[in-house]
T-cell receptor
Framework: GNSVTQMEGPVTLSEEAFLTINCTYT??????LFWYVQYPGEGLQLLLK?????DKGSNKGFEATYRKETTSFHLEKGSVQVSDSAVYFC???????????FGKGTTLSVSS | DTAVSQTPKYLVTQMGNDKSIKCEQN?????MYWYKQDSKKFLKIMFS???????INETVPNRFSPKSPDKAHLNLHINSLELGDSAVYFC????????????FGNGTRLTVT
């Protein structure tokens, strides 16, 4: 079946630290991969996506590369800010017309 | 100009009551979804509609009934509410094209007492 596994949180960092949130997936076929972010009290917002192997999604300083050989889509940012504090969700879409399958989310807390 | 809007934002009710949550999107998308987020932040798909037709119906108690009067609206009606129904419910929409991301509403926090 299809599933997403994210690293357990919470992740606590100081401002300007390097961030990695690990995500691995299990899927049949060739899914599309996404990272969503949820700020407190809000809905989910698309952060970035990648649709095929070796694609790199990037947005707001965040990056993730679709690695088919390791079935991974790890999220990275070189220098986090306090405003990046949120819950981050890795997700996959098995094929067009199917729902997103989410990981359990990783809470990031950045202090100044 | 809210793209996906849900009402109400908060809903507090007693066990056994019937309640509805409304969702509207102005993005012109063909597909709409309901997700449930539990207290541990886990998100699970409940339903998906495409052009008013049900295409995904996960294992959800039949007390939950979605209704799509047109492709811009997908409402969720819940009968005989139980304590375990307390959660945040998110509506979302997307195009049916491959790789199209979902756009989410801000959620409805349902508390059953």
């Amino acid at each position: 079946g299809n599933s997403v596994t994210q690293m357990e949180g919470p992740v606590t960092l100081s401002e300007e630290a390097f961030l990695t949130i690990n995500c691995t997936y299990t899927a049949t076929g060739y899914p599309s991969l996404f990272w969503y972010v949820q700020y407190p009290g809000e809905g989910l917002q698309l952060l970035l996506k990648a649709t095929k192997a070796d694609d790199k999604g990037s947005n707001k300083g965040f990056e993730a590369t679709y690695r088919k050989e390791t079935t991974s889509f790890h999220l990275e940012k070189g220098s986090v800010q306090v405003s990046d504090s949120a819950v981050y969700f890795c997700a996959l879409m098995p094929q067009a017309g199917t729902a997103l399958i989410f990981g359990k989310g990783t809470t990031l807390s950045v202090s100044s | 100009d809210t793209a996906v809007s849900q009402t109400p934002k908060y809903l507090v009710t007693q066990m056994g009551n019937d309640k509805s949550i409304k969702c509207e999107q102005n993005l012109g998308h063909d597909t709409m979804y309901w997700y449930k987020q539990d207290s541990k932040k886990f998100l699970k798909i409940m339903f998906s509609y495409n052009n008013k037709e049900l295409i995904i119906n996960e294992t959800v108690p039949n007390r939950f009934s979605p209704k799509s009067p047109d492709k811009a609206h997908l409402n969720l009606h819940i009968n005989s509410l139980e304590l375990g129904d307390s959660a945040v419910y998110f509506c979302a929409s997307s195009e049916l094209a491959e790789n199209s991301p979902l756009h989410f509403g801000n959620g409805t926090r349902l508390t059953v007492t």
